[in-house]
């Protein structure tokens, strides 16, 4: 088992920035590849962000390329979005997730692909 628990959302100005925190316990981090998922009122889960289990490896959805940044510190079982230029469409709760080690381009935006989920944490971009 991986408990994740995100930190660091809140009420922005578009325009503005914000840097999400997931904190994992329990089975060893590092050999999990990690993502972020947002979910907007009314819309379905979607992908943001993937790191693989070294930081070497990297994705992203369209819509955020360029401005948002994952990263991790295996050293402190952290992994990080670092959100900048938001816009009032970032507005959603976003969930930090864990999957497994190996990384496969076709399935890296996939929910099924990872096991363990966060609770969330919200972030509102005003206009």
């Known amino acids: 088992q991986v408990q994740l628990v995100e930190s660091g959302g809140g009420l922005v100005q578009a325009g503005g920035s914000l840097r999400l925190s997931c904190a994992a316990s329990?089975?060893?981090?590092?050999?999990?590849?990690m993502g972020w998922f947002r979910q907007a009122p009314g819309k379905e889960r979607e992908f943001v962000a993937a790191?693989?289990?070294?930081?070497?490896?990297?994705s992203y959805a369209s819509s955020v390329k360029g401005r948002f940044t994952i990263s991790r510190d295996n050293a402190k079982n952290t992994v990080y979005l670092q959100m900048n230029s938001l816009k009032p469409e970032d507005t959603a709760v976003y969930y930090c997730?864990?999957?497994?080690?190996?990384?496969?381009?076709?399935?890296?935006?996939?929910?099924?692909?990872?096991?363990?989920w966060g609770q969330g944490t919200q972030v509102t971009v005003s206009s």
């Open positions: 997730a864990a999957g497994g080690r190996a990384w496969t381009a076709q399935t890296i935006d996939v929910m099924a692909a990872y096991d363990f």
């Open positions: 790191i693989s289990w070294g930081g070497s490896i990297t």
């Open positions: 329990g089975r060893t981090f590092s050999g999990h590849r």
